[in-house]
């Protein structure tokens, strides 16, 4: 099967990275762009959902200025509605607002972060040839029919000599994504798999398929080898934005895993 990411922590930090960079906009930060019921809406507010706004692809106008401040205002009614019934002292929504503004502080540190830690190109090359050297120099095209148990995987290799089509028996896999397609993976390098099936199909030969079971994390495996081809890799400018994501990612995480060892916690 696939490799699957084995640092959980640092799911917090890709989502993070995948966030567009929100700055306040240049210029006037004082004053306020409206009033309501006697509460001011901040130019500072409304310069940071203008930058939003553009970030996402609205193209900078007076029209979407008098939309963010309509905006703003009829946001500012409701939670003037939801402090007078009392939401705003609710425990759950207390700590709704506490998540919240950690998200912003987070991100906002995220992102000052990879400014002052950029990534090299240097760093960058090393990666590619690091990533070339994995991918190795031949793609294989791949079936599989993935079972709990040992035994399913045993009686599927004994219809498969008794001359059972492989497509055919890959509908009991317990593998969704490959399971209506007669158990297809598609072109990739070893790279792209788990160790024991990795090593499992640069061991087989074109058109044969294993004689015993692969176990994985994942289940049994029965796989067939059903062709291969040199590998192209992608150009360094190809992966380029790919890799100095995973590049920023990793230099984040070894931080938070050092904030993690020095903090005192009870």
Not at 53 to 80: F, H, M, T, Y
Not at 220 to 228: A, C, K, N, Q, R
């Amino acid at each position: 099967m696939h490799n699957l990411s084995r640092m959980a922590s640092a799911l917090l930090v890709c989502s993070l990275l995948s966030l567009p960079a929100v700055s306040a906009e240049k210029g006037a930060s004082g004053g306020a762009v409206a009033t309501v019921n006697g509460v001011a809406i901040s130019q500072n507010l409304a310069n940071a959902f203008m930058a939003e706004q553009k970030a996402q692809g609205a193209p900078d106008s007076p029209e979407l200025k008098n939309a963010v401040r309509e905006e703003l205002i009829r946001r500012e009614l409701l939670v003037q509605e939801a402090k007078k019934l009392g939401l705003d002292k609710k425990p759950e929504v207390a700590a709704q607002a506490d998540l919240a503004r950690q998200a912003v502080f987070i991100r906002a540190f995220v992102q000052e972060f990879i400014r002052k830690h950029p990534i090299s190109d240097e760093q960058l090359r090393t990666a590619y040839d690091r990533v070339k050297s994995q991918m190795g120099t031949t793609e294989y095209k791949v079936r599989h029919i993935l079972v709990e148990q040992e035994d399913e995987a045993k009686a599927i290799i004994v219809n498969l000599k008794r001359g059972a089509k492989f497509d055919e028996l890959a509908k009991q896999s317990k593998d969704p994504g490959s399971r209506d397609k007669g158990g297809d993976l598609g072109w990739s390098s070893t790279a792209a798999y788990v160790k024991p099936f990795a090593d499992a199909v640069g061991g087989l030969a074109k058109g044969k398929y294993t004689e015993t079971p692969v176990k994985t994390d994942f289940g049994f495996h029965v796989i067939l080898l059903e062709d291969t081809r040199p590998l192209t890799p992608p150009t360094f400018e190809q992966i380029k934005p790919q890799l100095a994501q995973r590049l920023q990612q990793e230099q984040l995480q070894r931080f938070v895993m050092e904030l993690r060892e020095k903090a005192k916690v009870q």
